[in-house]
């Protein structure tokens, strides 16, 4: 009753954020559309959408914009939720926005290293998003180099972490970004068991732990096949945290001799036994579909708790990642049932 209680709130304003989240239909119409100003002005009536694209004219808005306001409908949704929450769930979303943190600190870095612009996060959007963060936003969308950057991060906790790699020589933007995933799981984990309890924690471990095992399975499987790493620059890749990979399983994956052995010690692992097609070359597909399952099962399972919260943004995210393919389909002129089928493929297996 305690957690019905807690919850009732929130998760019917979020049942009611669903019922604006696109559908096939919607998918459909967006990726028969002859260019993107007629898929902004699609998008413009759309409550989810409307709210922060009904400023712009469509005519005018160029990619790296659109992006950046695809983007903001994420922060945006998140904001509502957050007026919704009382303290302690506050706390937890506060942690959990921690995982935007990494993402806009990264698109710095790679406006830096790329030398472009278009990645920022969008000036209108940043006193909302300021809220939630202690990166300093405005200073950080004006770092041209990554000494700037740092000197932007100096009070946040990011800051030490990625002072290291300062001092190493020619640091690439892979460093930078996998020192921030490194530390982000880590963090998040150890935070999980301070913040958290119960169903929450439950949720976050399960969550969490599957990501960091599955990602450790990729990194080890990229460094080998991309990278030709030695094992002991492999080792230093991986999230110091395991969940249902044992030692064991991670020391196989890292001594495999070639891709044939690689997939062996897979097969062996928990996800391995789970998925039974799985090779090295399907971690990925796996990773997004064992994910949603999770998030799936638990807002079932759990319909009053922080599933319903974690659960909503996670499909959240997954409607951008669809739309934003659907626009690249729209952008390159593709028949809308090819955009489509990539569309779909991200959806493949999702009741495994």
């Keep these: ?151 932007a991060l100096k009070d946040t906790q990011y800051y030490k972490v990625l002072q290291k790699l300062d001092h190493a020589e020619s640091a690439s933007l892979f460093d930078y970004e996998m020192t921030l995933d490194l530390f982000y799981f880590s963090m998040i984990w150890k935070q999980n068991s301070k913040l958290t309890k119960g169903t929450a924690r439950n949720l976050l471990t399960r969550s969490l732990g599957s990501q960091i095992d599955l990602l450790n399975m990729m990194w080890i499987y990229r460094a080998k096949k991309y990278y030709e790493m030695p094992e002991a620059s492999t080792y230093a890749l991986l999230i110091p945290v395991t969940y249902k990979l044992h030692d064991d399983d991670i020391r196989a994956m890292v001594a495999a001799a070639d891709e044939r052995a690689l997939e062996e010690a897979i097969q062996k692992t928990y996800y391995g036994r789970r998925f039974l097609k799985l090779d090295s070359q399907e971690l990925e597909t796996v990773y997004d579909r064992f994910l949603r399952k999770i998030y799936t099962e638990e807002k079932r399972q759990n319909p009053y708790s922080l599933a319903v919260i974690t659960g909503y943004l996670y499909e959240k995210e997954q409607e951008l990642d669809k739309l934003t393919t659907v626009l690249e389909g729209v952008r390159y002129g593709l028949p809308a049932s090819e955009t489509l089928k990539y569309v779909e493929r991200s959806k493949d297996g999702s009741n495994q």
Excluded: W
């Excluded at 940043?126 to 770092?143: F, G």
């Design 1 to 151: 009753m305690g957690e019905l209680m807690k919850y009732s709130a929130v998760a019917t304003k979020i049942r009611a954020m669903e019922s604006r989240l696109l559908d096939d239909e919607d998918f459909a119409k967006l990726a028969a559309m002859e260019n993107i100003p007629q898929a902004v002005a699609y998008l413009k009536k759309i409550p989810a959408y409307g709210a922060l694209f009904r400023g712009y004219d469509e005519m005018e808005l160029h990619r790296g914009q659109i992006e950046k306001l695809l983007v903001g409908t994420l922060y945006y949704d998140f904001s509502k939720i957050y007026r919704f929450c009382d303290k302690d769930q506050k706390k937890v979303l506060k942690l959990y926005f921690s995982k935007f943190d990494i993402a806009i600190i990264k698109r710095a870095f790679r406006r830096v290293f790329n030398h472009g612009d278009r990645t920022a996060e969008e000036k209108e959007l940043r006193s909302m998003v300021q809220r939630y963060t202690d990166v300093p936003l405005e200073r950080l969308a004006e770092a041209g180099t990554v000494a700037e950057i740092l000197e």
